[in-house]
Every structure is written in C-alpha cells, then in structure tokens.
C-alpha cells in the first residue's frame, strides 16, 4: 500500500526557533509532494509544495527539502512563531493524472514563547 | 474567495441511525472528495467523484456510501452509523486538469459523535 511516513506526531519549539518535520516514502512514482497547514476548526489548507526534480523550495519562513534518492523531504520553518501552532500533514501524489493525495498522518506543532 | 461549504459542523446521531454530511462547493470543480480525519491516522480518503453520478472508492469506503447528484453537491451516506464512526469528515473538491494538491480546497470539517 502506498504510504508516506511523518514524524513526529508532535514538536514543541520556543518561539524563534526552527521547526522541523520529516517525511518518507517508498513509491517512486510519486511525483508532486505538497504540505498543508490545519489550524484547530479549520479544514487544511495548502501551505508550500516541491516537485522532485528540485532539491529545495523556500517561500517565506518555509522550505521544503527533498531528497530524492533517500525518498525523504522535510518541512522546515524559520523563526518559528506561536501563530505557527498548527497540524501539519505532509502529502505525496501518486503519478500525473492523479487526483488522489496520500497523506501522511500529521504532526502537531505547538509554539511555545 | 472559493468555497467548500459543510452545512452540518457538528452532529450526534445514535448507533444505527443514517447519517447524512453534505457538502457544496461554489467553484465549479469536477472533483469532490470525502476524507475521514483521526488522531494520529492522518487524513483518509473514503469516496471521491470525478463526475455527476460518477464515483470511486477511497481506502476506507466501507460502511459509507456516497451521493453526487448535482456538480455542486457531494453527500457522503451513513447507512447505519456505529460508533467506530465517530471522527471528523472532511470534504474537499478540485478541478480538472489540476495538478492534484495544488488546488485542492477543504471545507471545515463536520464534527461526528455515534452514541
């Protein structure tokens, strides 16, 4: 079965520190790995995404690092803030033409001052 | 600003009755989902729908069914809802042609306690 592996399940992280959260996989077709940002009463919404032809993807305070050969990318955040305290949940596409995410089981990071 | 609306937030039904969670989207999409969302199990794909009329099964289809009568609209069906099915659903929809995450829009949730 098609799987995405993410850890931890939870982070704390002071405020101004750097979160870090890794994911794996095994299927090599999958070709588009997204993540999502869930705050508590909220649906997830789509935080920053990287194809695997490229190693590294910032926008802002995120960047997703892939490692294709070792089957791994991890979400990191700068300067973490409390306003970050979200889950986050890792996903992987299976192939183009697609319409069908994996996703990973979700971490919950809290942000502590 | 696009919308995946669940008109029911939260809900308790009793063991074996039926169960209906709506869900409208206002984009125009071609694609609706229903995932189901756990504690530590991440989020689980049960039906989604390509078309009017049309669906697939997900992973986890199985005490669920699902009805998609209108573009608009995705229902998913709790023939007789047992307490294992107490969760968070989640509804989310997607065009065609679109890179599969890349626009993919969630609603809010439905909040579902079985007693």
């Known amino acids: 079965q098609q799987q995405v592996k993410q850890s931890p399940q939870s982070l704390i992280v002071q405020k101004g520190g750097i979160s870090i959260i890794n994911c794996a996989y095994e299927n090599t077709a999958f070709d588009y790995f997204p993540w999502y940002q869930q705050f508590p009463g909220k649906g997830p919404a789509l935080l920053i995404a990287?194809?695997?032809?490229?190693s590294e993807k910032k926008e802002g305070r995120f960047t997703i690092s892939f490692n294709k050969s070792a089957k791994q990318f991890s979400l990191h955040i700068m300067d973490s803030q409390p306003g970050d305290s979200a889950t986050y949940f890792c996903?992987?596409?299976?192939?183009?033409?697609?319409?069908?995410?994996?996703f990973g089981k979700g971490t919950k990071l809290s942000v502590i001052p | 600003d696009v919308k995946v609306t669940q008109s029911s937030r939260y809900l308790v039904k009793r063991t074996g009755e039926k169960v209906f969670l709506e869900c409208v989207q206002d984009?125009?999409?071609?694609?609706m989902f229903w995932y189901r969302q756990d504690p530590g199990l991440g989020l689980r794909l049960i039906y989604f729908?390509?078309?009017?009329?049309?669906?697939e099964k997900g992973d986890i289809p199985e005490g669920y069914s699902v009805s998609r009568e209108k573009k608009e609209r995705f229902s998913l069906i709790l023939e007789s809802a047992s307490t294992s099915q107490t969760s968070m659903y989640l509804c989310?929809?997607?065009?065609?042609?679109?890179?599969?995450?890349?626009?993919?829009?969630f609603g809010e949730g439905s909040w579902l306690t079985v007693v």
């Open positions: 989310a929809s997607t065009p065609w042609g679109s890179i599969a995450g890349n626009t993919i829009y």
């Open positions: 996903a992987a596409r299976p192939g183009a033409g697609s319409y069908q995410l994996t």
């Open positions: 729908s390509y078309d009017v009329k049309m669906k």
């Open positions: 984009m125009d999409h071609e694609n």
């Open positions: 990287i194809r695997p032809d490229v």
